[in-house]
């Protein structure tokens, strides 16, 4: 008859023991995370990224070398709930799932409003100027639309605009500038007709103007 010989393993043993397989499926544990965030970033990193002009193709809208005062346009705020301030747009129309600028999407924003009053000879400075317009990007959506037959890719800016005097807002209000353009054009085009949008709703304002006038 054979005899089964179980021998009692100390404590000591069995905790040490213990401790290690703990670590070890830690360690594996770890090692799987750090490969799926490795494997997220590369599908982020992947996707194209997309320049983006900032120059005005409007020309200038309004004459505003006569300014009572100079005016700084600092980088616009993000406050829209995006995982990277690159992101333009999220979802089927992206290609790839993700629509990606090469650079903070509000930044391109406040680049081309600078541009915008550029071009319209406005008496631009810097953090010494008179007045000094406060921007945020607060939303962007995209939309497949229909125009004349063609699928067109629509997009929107949100924008919140603040004119600020030292420590005083003086004038504030929501703005949204909306590009069209075929689907096949991109992300891209439709960014900038949407930011050349943008801009005329601003430097039309008969409000806005007559307060840095």
């Not at 003086?170 to 960014?191: D, I, N, Y």
Request: glycine share 8%.
């Amino acid at each position: 008859m054979t005899q089964l010989i179980v021998k009692a393993i100390p404590p000591f043993t069995f905790w040490v023991f213990t401790k290690k397989c703990i670590h070890a499926r830690a360690v594996r544990l770890a090692f799987v995370v750090a490969a799926v965030n490795a494997l997220a970033m590369g599908t982020v990193s992947a996707q194209s990224e997309i320049d983006i002009a900032t120059a005005f193709s409007g020309g200038k809208l309004t004459e505003l070398s006569d300014m009572k005062t100079t005016l700084s346009v600092p980088a616009f705020a993000d406050e829209r709930t995006v995982s990277d301030p690159r992101v333009i747009f999220t979802g089927k129309l992206a290609d790839g799932g993700i629509a990606m600028a090469s650079r903070p999407l509000a930044e391109i924003v406040g680049e081309a409003m600078h541009s915008a009053f550029a071009a319209s000879d406005a008496r631009l400075a810097g953090d010494e100027a008179g007045m000094r317009l406060a921007g945020a990007l607060i939303a962007t959506d995209a939309a497949l639309v229909d125009r004349g037959g063609v699928e067109s890719l629509q997009l929107t800016l949100r924008t919140s605009i603040q004119l600020v005097e030292g420590t005083r807002i003086v004038w504030q209000t929501k703005l949204f500038g909306r590009g069209t353009v075929p689907l096949s054009e991109g992300a891209a085009a439709a960014v900038s007709k949407a930011l050349d949008r943008l801009i005329e709703e601003l430097l039309i304002d008969d409000y806005f103007l007559a307060e840095i006038r």
